[in-house]
């Protein structure tokens, strides 16, 4: 069994923003999955079990997923230290890149006064992560018992998850965010396989977990052509188009969208994020992670589709500057104040050629959220109460904000923090010392050891070194540590450490006197040339000259004029063209790097009131890569789960409700003819949905358990065994397990009635001792007529399976369509119908291509994937005589 809680803050209960997952295995292992935090709300709720934490799980790498990530592990870090974290290398690597950006526009990190964390601390948070791939599994031991935790594509965002846990019989999926289509740039979530049955890997479940959040209901194309169409209209009219996304999730589909779109046309792409284009290279460098067709793509143009060229990085300052035709995209897709995106739309939303278009619903709380709002109640009624994606309406209104703006700090201000910025940073290096060494204390202790008994190298005591130099520290510290001291003191560190590098890095000969042959000579290996009638081959490649090409984008070709030839070596740009474009590709990737270091133009955030007049275009489209309602209904009744549990959507309590209505309406069908009951209404419940409540805990009983059968002999004579292959036999019994303690209660109880009515009566029966027993389940019985025909099951454990009758109500949830049990083997097939051979009948049975079998090349029997088989042919005699031998191959029960 397992505990399942949705961790939110307390003053959130009922308008959650934040949200965090707890899984709770026996009180042995407590997972902690997608700590999520907008950099505002209060974290109480997460520090306060982080203690009791054995595993920390990462599912995307936006901030509902890892937000609260790099703040616990700089504020908790005894405690986080010592907790593994698992997720892809993707997540690991955009979550940083997020995190930081998120972070700077909430003052967190950067040169802003009360920052929280260094650039470092973030990097040093996710450099700690244990990187996983998709389909691998992890074996995690606990106090008591282990956990198999396996990783499975998502679909939603780059490097997403889909959780598997693993535990003794039990099997468990969490969900929280996945897309079982595929987009641009992104395959699908591997739920279900080529032919609609699920992957055998997440079939039949005890409990899923998955989210409310969905996506629209329009397929993916024609929403892809609703995008790019308004694109173009907006294009066309001279406008700006303005795109509020996340860094971590949507922003590489978009961009791939928009560059392939707009490759041949010129029109500037621009995008206004304070981590640059960080986000695009790091992309570029993790293709193998995305669709093929992207890799296919990169292959053809000879370019990555994510190269840093792709866009322009410019400031919010330089945006109204620009004028004409112009994609924007702007970091922050809650148009959270500070962040790119609300700059960028206080600028550009009085511009009547000016279309936001929105690709995500944000959190509640948010500006976002508000447009998205406004967008739904328009479009409702611009088309007859119906909501479609792609519908423009204009926005015009004035709205009363908050803007936080930010003022560099000079004089007596600016000195004062630089001192605070080198105070805290010596303070820093301090604690992370005393970490270490508590750590390696802690190290110690669980292994036994002591400060005598400690690892030696050259007859040196590691950890008591360590104590010597703390025991220094202390000294130097009660001393005053003057400037005599401090220098005595890093001259002994140096000495020591130059020791031991040479020590470490000690040249050593390799022995070869006692070699023989080849093993005394120098280990070379020379590169073999091939040759041909020619001479040695080469590579063509090497030595020819590269193609001209045009940048359409921006109308530069090559300096060469018509018909004048280019040097050897000469690529499409000059050689001058190409050192300044290095050179300033260089100097951006520099200013990137330290952008946000605190010492770098340090300045303070004020908070002032804005009141801003709008009058605008306002699209929907979504292109959040999330699952539908009617594809949601399908997937979830394949994969056969006991339990569903369902978090609710963060973004629209009307999405919550409408899921939960749906799920729970196809949680039963209608009984089989035979079966009917009239105290279930004639339904069958095929699963339990729960909606999961904020901060209240799911407690979740195992559903599956497996028992060792004895059954006594006169039971056995009367079952029907079929024989399946690899020599076993099967039979159907359907029962009810019950404990043994429970029989001798009832069988106790019925005594005690049946002794009280013979009193009363002034009558006493004298019974022999083997008739007893028959006596007393006469009295315990509910119907005796039912009873009689029962027989008792008994197993190795203590355990006791008391036969249904018939008669009972229970078997109404018997399967009425049979379960075919065995292993069809095509081999043994051929084998039959080769050697088959009647007065005037011949058969020829061969394999044609993999998995196929072909009889007499009119029958042909196909191996679709794991127990899933397919007869074809013509309407013969043959036809059911093969079919009717499949059949005679299995087991029904």
Known sequence: MFEFTSLVPPEQLDNARIRASLFNFQNDIRVL?????DTVSDLTHIESVLNSIDLILLSHASMPFIGAFAYLYKKNPGAMRSIPVYTTAPVANLGKIETMESYRVSG???????YQLEMADIEEAFDSVTLIKHNQSTIFKGKQDSITITAINAGHSLGGIIWLFNKSSEKIIYAPAWNHSKDSYLEGAKILQENGNPVPLLSRPSVMITSAMIGSSLSYNKR?????NMVDATLQNSGTVLLPISLGSRLLELVHLIDDHLRFMPYQVYLLARTGTKSLTQAGSMLEWMSPTVTKEWHTRGKS????????IIDHHELEKLQGSKVVFCCGEGLESGSPAFESFTRLCNDPTTTVLLTERAEKGTLAHELYQYWEAAAAERNNGKIEDGIAVPYQSTLHLERIEEEYLVGAQLEQYMEAVKARRQQDKENKVKLEKQQKKEAAAETGTNNENLLKIDGKKI????????????????????ESQKRAKRARKQTKEKEENLKENLPLDIDVRNSKGKNRMFPYIPKKLKYDDYGEVINPADFAKKDSKYDFRHGKGLDNKIGEKRKFGQDSLSSKKNALKQKKDKTNKTDELIALDALREPRRQVSKNLSIYTKCGLVFVDLAGLVDLRSLSLIIPSLKPRKLLLLSDMTSDVNTANVFKQLTSISRRRRPNGYESSKSNNLQKLFDVVEVKNNQEVEIDDSVAALEILLDDSIMEHLKWQKISGGFSIAQVIGTVVNVEEIEENDAKASVVDTATSDKEGDVKM????????????????????ESKTKDLVINNG????????????LMNIRHTPLAIGDIRLKELKDFYSTFNEVGVNHTAEFKGEGTLVIDNKICIRKISEGDFVVEGSACTLFYEVREKVRNMLAYV
Do not use: C, H, R
């Not at 027993?773 to 005796?784: A, F, G, L, Q, R």
């Open 224 to 228: 892809v052509e609703k995008f790019l």
């Open 767 to 786: 019974i022999k001792e083997g008739e007893e027993n028959e006596e007393e389940k006469d009295v315990t019985s509910d119907n005796k007529e039912a």
């Open 305 to 312: 589709p994510y190269a840093a060229s792709t866009v322009t």
């Open 33 to 37: 999955a997608d700590p999520g935090w």
């Open 108 to 114: 967190l990190v950067g040169p802003v006064v009360d």
């Open 799 to 810: 355990m006791g399976l008391k036969a249904i009758s018939e008669a009972s109500s229970q």
């Open 463 to 482: 950890l008591a070194e360590d104590d010597d130099d703390e025991d220094e520290d202390d000294e130097d510290e009660a001393n005053g540590d003057d």
